[in-house]
Nanobody
Framework: QVQLVESGGGSVQAGGSLRLSCAAS????????IGWFRQAPGKEREGVAA????????FYAGSVKGRFTISQDNAKNTVYLQMNSLKPEDTAMYYC??????????????????WGQGTQVTVSS
């Protein structure tokens, strides 16, 4: 059973930074694609960033390219999402998800079958 626990959310002003963590059960980061998704009230869930096992492939939504960075620490079984230059439109519940290593469309939520509970990010102007 794959377990995912997000942390690091909070409230920041526009231009600020946050680092989200997704702590996964043993070997998950080594063997599965991990994605970060977000959902704002009244909006559909969207892919933010994702990484394949070993980091050979990554995905970033166009709206976060150059501002967000996904990384993984295999020893800690943790995937991070460093978010810089935050904007009010980044406000959402952020979820991490795990999928099989062969996920072809890293930014598509249907490709993932394990989900965390989410962590709230609020950016004020």
């Amino acid at each position: 059973q794959v377990q995912l626990v997000e942390s690091g959310g909070g409230s920041v002003q526009a231009g600020g930074s946050l680092r989200l963590s997704c702590a996964a059960s043993r070997n998950t980061v080594l063997t599965r694609c991990i994605g970060w998704f977000r959902q704002a009230p009244g909006k559909e869930r969207e892919g933010v960033a994702a990484i394949s096992p070993g980091g050979g492939r990554t995905f970033y939504a166009g709206s976060v390219k150059g501002r967000f960075t996904i990384s993984q620490d295999n020893a800690k079984n943790t995937v991070y999402l460093q978010m810089n230059s935050l904007k009010p439109e980044d406000t959402a519940m952020y979820y991490c998800a795990a999928g099989p290593p062969w996920v072809s469309n890293l930014g598509v939520s249907d490709e993932y079958n394990y989900w965390g509970q989410g962590t709230q990010v609020t950016v004020s102007s």
